[in-house]
DNA sequence: AATATTTTTTAGTCAAGACTAAAAATTTAT
DNA sequence: ATAAATTTTTAGTCTTGACTAAAAAATATT
């Protein structure tokens, strides 16, 4: 069954939430990422659910079916494959493609998006460090560790952000907080949580606990 | 202003059908294209004119104002380019990229066809040999012949293509009639004015003479 | 010039996807 | 346990872009 643009969307903002919830997904929260107002929203989600895509009781919440996560799945894949197109191909900064990548996500071609997979060289990340998707739906596993949680002078690598709105981003390059980078914290402070991390091993600078609760990293 | 979707396409159409006349484009032609019943081009050329992208008179037909063409160049522009990334890059055949761009063309980024123009080298024309307008919306000046009005014995080379639809594509496809190729006519057949080609300089082959109108050349 | 044919427009509908305002259900607080 | 606050749904409306059927205008034919 073809799947409209709203469709995708809705589907895709499902997903994104269930990612870090186990509970189903309220309408409101679809709402917020929608963009849309929750009237709106309880629309679509009885339309969803006549087509199979999600398991909606009124005022229960909202989760994914097998089928719905399937299509959801090939949005996000080919949202994160157009992202490193982007970042790696066309030039952009990281913090300056998730609009690009919300138009190209749309584009209806099974056999164009296996040749960009292939063209790129089967990336198992896009430039936030998120997980793409196989042809086959299947996700890579990527156990990350948030900055925030790691003890003092561990060495770890810089792997993902769990955040990707643009001023984050741009924080981050403006610290030279980039995918790889190797950190080290140096010192917590009780008093605010902020962190002082060394990166590439220079002098540390300061970072909030805000901050580093939305790097992902890896000990090395 | 905002275009929509719908509003590019019919901006496109028009422009296309005006490439090959002078005269004001029909409400027929259009919904011809545009695969919608006339009523529904009437709905829409009048909203095109308040929007002062068409002079529309009913009854009159239609013409694109400099406002009009300039979107219509700028969708040209995008799909033409995208055309060139998909042959190139991504290894479709000329045959397979017309739906895919379609989608294409309506993404909505300055600075990703800009980029997109540089990393393919700033190609003057498309995989069917039609020229890509630039930046400015200045196409490049390219003079064609048809096949069909050659003399016989004269070398030429082939430049492009006066119809796309995948069908035609194929047949030249098979025939090995590709962009670049060396082509002289050895014979021209009074009966059906079909002809008889040497390609690359090798034994003719016969084509129609509906192929050869549709085939562009460049004398060398 | 009158009639027939074709083309185009008008009028009235429809579906998708959004909205607001009000009602109903659920959750939180007293 | 009830009242208050919040969330969600319902009901009704709007816009976009399509449709069909009928009317009107333009073009072609005799």
Redesign the pocket.
């Known amino acids: 069954m073809a799947t409209?643009?709203?469709?995708e969307n809705y589907l895709k903002i499902i997903y994104r939430l269930s990612e870090s919830t186990l509970e189903d997904i309220?309408?409101?929260a679809v709402a917020e990422l929608t963009q849309?107002?929750?009237?709106?929203?309880?629309?679509?989600?009885r339309?969803l659910a006549e087509k199979g895509w999600v398991n909606y009781q009124?005022?229960q919440?909202v989760r994914l079916t097998d089928e719905g996560e399937k299509i959801a799945l090939s949005v996000v894949r080919k949202h994160r494959l157009w992202e490193v197109f982007l970042v790696d191909k066309m030039g952009f900064n990281w913090d300056e493609v998730h609009e690009i990548a919300e138009q190209l996500e749309h584009i209806e071609s099974e056999a164009l998006i296996n040749k960009l997979d292939e063209f790129l060289d089967f990336p198992k990340t896009d430039p936030h460090g998120d997980p793409i998707p196989n042809k086959e739906g299947i996700l890579p596993e990527l156990s990350y560790m948030h900055l925030s949680d790691l003890k003092e002078n561990k060495a770890c690598v810089l792997m993902g952000v769990a955040k990707d709105s643009a001023v984050f981003l741009q924080l981050l390059t403006r610290l030279h907080l980039s995918l790889g980078a190797k950190l080290m914290v140096k010192e917590i402070n009780p008093f605010d949580r902020s962190i002082s991390v060394s990166i590439n091993d220079s002098e540390p600078v300061f970072i909030s606990h805000e901050v580093a609760k939305n790097i992902l990293i890896k000990i090395v």
Not at 36 to 45: E, G, I, P, Q, Y
């Open positions: 409209s643009f709203a469709e309220s309408t409101n849309t107002k929750a009237a709106s929203v309880t629309d679509m989600l339309k009124k005022y919440g």
